[in-house]
């Protein structure tokens, strides 16, 4: 397991830090986080009830929120052990192979994420380039199959990632700059080569959140196409209403996921904090805010939370 006295291959634990700066404050800012925790698991749940329960929407576009709301608490459950664990009990450790394994699930849920935001724009350029043919196109084991081959992808890319990092020699300084163990953290500590695995993970951000955000520009662009061509205003207006919760769900994710990433590689000089503060962002605006953009937004899911919330009053 020790090489020498300065290396070893494997380390038995990762030091986390939480908040770099802040650890005198970490009992307050668990406060913020709790309530973030509370409406994500919520909010989300609420959605995939209603969903779940309601028979009219059983559609394309609702199974696909189902996915993208079930995404989103699995990378919160992900992180909610060792963020919680910081700022409630100063628990910094974590073992090595919990940390691959935490890695692995915020990483893998992420690309499903990506992966279905990517299908509700295609789902949403079928509705509006095709209506009277949506429901022969988008059918329901087309959608289950989708759903399946999504899960799988997002597996099967981040797999062999793991196995890369295990086989790297790690130094003694094994501390983690996050409350969780992301892969572009975790590629600052080993003493090998490390060319393999960039090469890799390079792959996936290209082959899943590139191509991802280049097809929902592309389905976007196609949308705006088919809109101008309807002739009525009030027909564009519709058309263009039934994208705005999607419009607003991409933009969450992928803003703060593009500038975390920019940071990670080019921004060797910025502050732990700011660090931090990004990766915090990219892990907890979307799944705080989609649920209540689609609950404002989208009509047949408020009406379902109305009638839900009657029925837990009778």
Same mark, same amino acid.
């Given at each position: 397991?020790?090489?020498?006295?300065?290396?070893?291959?494997?380390?038995?634990?990762?030091?986390?830090?939480?908040?770099?700066? #802040? $650890?005198?404050?970490?009992?307050?800012?668990?406060?913020?986080?709790?309530?973030?925790y509370?409406?994500?698991?919520?909010?989300n749940?609420t959605?995939?009830h209603?969903?779940?329960?309601?028979?009219?929407?059983?559609?394309?576009?609702?199974?696909?929120?189902?996915?993208?709301?079930?995404?989103?608490?699995g990378?919160? @459950?992900?992180?909610?052990?060792?963020?919680?664990?910081?700022?409630?009990?100063?628990?910094? $450790?974590?073992?090595?192979?919990?940390?691959?394994?935490q890695?692995?699930?915020?990483?893998?849920?992420?690309?499903?994420?990506?992966?279905?935001?990517?299908a509700?724009?295609?789902?949403?350029?079928?509705?509006?380039?095709?209506?009277l043919h949506?429901?022969?196109?988008?059918t329901?084991?087309r959608?289950?199959?989708t759903?399946?081959?999504?899960?799988?992808?997002?597996?099967?890319?981040?797999?062999?990632?793991?196995?890369?990092?295990?086989?790297?020699p790690?130094?003694?300084?094994?501390?983690?700059?996050?409350?969780?163990?992301?892969?572009p953290? #975790?590629?600052?500590?080993?003493?090998?080569?490390?060319?393999?695995?960039?090469?890799?993970?390079?792959?996936?951000v290209?082959?899943?959140?590139g191509?991802?955000?280049l097809?929902?520009?592309?389905? !976007?662009?196609?949308?705006?196409?088919?809109?101008?061509?309807?002739?009525?205003?009030?027909?564009?207006?519709?058309?263009?209403n039934?994208?705005?919760?999607?419009?607003?769900?991409?933009?969450? !994710? !992928?803003?703060?996921?593009?500038?975390?990433?920019?940071?990670?590689?080019?921004g060797?000089?910025?502050?732990?904090?700011l660090? @931090?503060?990004?990766?915090?962002?990219?892990?907890f605006?979307?799944?705080v805010?989609n649920?209540?953009? !689609?609950?404002?937004?989208?009509?047949?899911?408020?009406?379902?939370?109305?009638?839900m919330?009657? $029925?837990?009053?009778?």
């Amino acid at each position: 397991k020790n090489s020498n006295s300065s290396m070893r291959f494997l380390p038995t634990t990762f030091i986390l830090l939480g908040i770099p700066g #802040l $650890e005198a404050e970490h009992i307050w800012i668990s406060i913020p986080f709790c309530l973030m925790y509370i409406i994500i698991f919520l909010g989300n749940g609420t959605i995939l009830h209603v969903i779940r329960t309601d028979t009219a929407l059983h559609q394309p576009m609702y199974v696909f929120l189902a996915l993208l709301a079930l995404a989103e608490v699995g990378v919160s @459950a992900s992180t909610l052990p060792t963020v919680l664990g910081i700022f409630l009990f100063g628990t910094t $450790e974590i073992g090595f192979d919990a940390c691959l394994l935490q890695m692995f699930s915020i990483h893998s849920f992420s690309i499903m994420e990506s992966a279905v935001l990517l299908a509700m724009s295609v789902d949403r350029f079928v509705a509006i380039y095709s209506p009277l043919h949506y429901t022969a196109i988008l059918t329901m084991p087309r959608i289950i199959g989708t759903g399946v081959m999504i899960g799988l992808k997002s597996i099967m890319l981040m797999a062999p990632l793991t196995l890369l990092l295990r086989r790297l020699p790690f130094y003694d300084h094994d501390v983690l700059s996050h409350s969780y163990c992301l892969h572009p953290n #975790l590629l600052h500590l080993p003493c090998g080569d490390i060319s393999i695995n960039n090469i890799y993970g390079l792959f996936i951000v290209t082959s899943t959140f590139g191509l991802d955000s280049l097809l929902i520009v592309i389905s !976007y662009g196609l949308i705006l196409h088919t809109v101008l061509s309807i002739t009525t205003g009030e027909g564009r207006r519709k058309a263009l209403n039934t994208c705005g919760s999607h419009i607003c769900a991409v933009l969450t !994710y !992928y803003v703060p996921m593009i500038g975390l990433s920019m940071m990670h590689r080019f921004g060797h000089h910025v502050s732990p904090l700011l660090q @931090a503060m990004m990766a915090n962002a990219y892990l907890f605006f979307p799944p705080v805010v989609n649920p209540i953009v !689609y609950s404002i937004k989208t009509k047949e899911i408020r009406r379902g939370i109305v009638r839900m919330l009657s $029925e837990m009053r009778a």
